[in-house]
Nanobody
């Protein structure tokens, strides 16, 4: 089992920034791809970003809906993946989840590819 704990959510005004963190325990962290997803009420779970270990570092991919505003980073020494969110807008309001799994590259955007999930952290952006 792997345990994932998110933190850093909150209520902010449009244009503000937040930094979410996901701390993992229980498994060898570097063996897993870590992804961030979000889910707003009445909507499907949406891919945000992923960070997967690769030779010499890690590879990241950020979804089109947040590209240019959100950045994902990974620190294997601290078992942590962070999501820096800038220029937030009300459409970013959702529960944000981090997740871990092992999958081929083409499946990293699919939430069904992830086995372990955190409890989520709420992000609310007001206009």
């Amino acid at each position: 089992q792997m345990q994932l704990v998110e933190s850093g959510g909150g209520s902010v005004q449009a244009g503000a920034s937040l930094r979410l963190s996901c701390v993992a325990s229980g498994r060898t962290f570097r063996d897993y791809t870590i992804g961030w997803f979000r889910q707003a009420p009445g909507k499907e779970r949406e891919f945000i970003a992923t960070a997967a270990n690769s030779r010499g570092g890690y590879r990241t991919y950020v979804g089109d809906s947040v590209k240019g505003r959100f950045t994902i980073s990974r620190d294997n020494a601290k078992n942590t993946v962070s999501l820096q969110m800038n220029t937030l807008n009300p459409e970013d309001t959702a529960v944000y989840y981090c997740a871990a799994g092992n999958m081929i590259t083409s499946e990293r955007l699919n939430h069904r590819s992830y086995v372990y999930w955190g409890q989520g952290t709420q992000v609310t952006v007001s206009s």
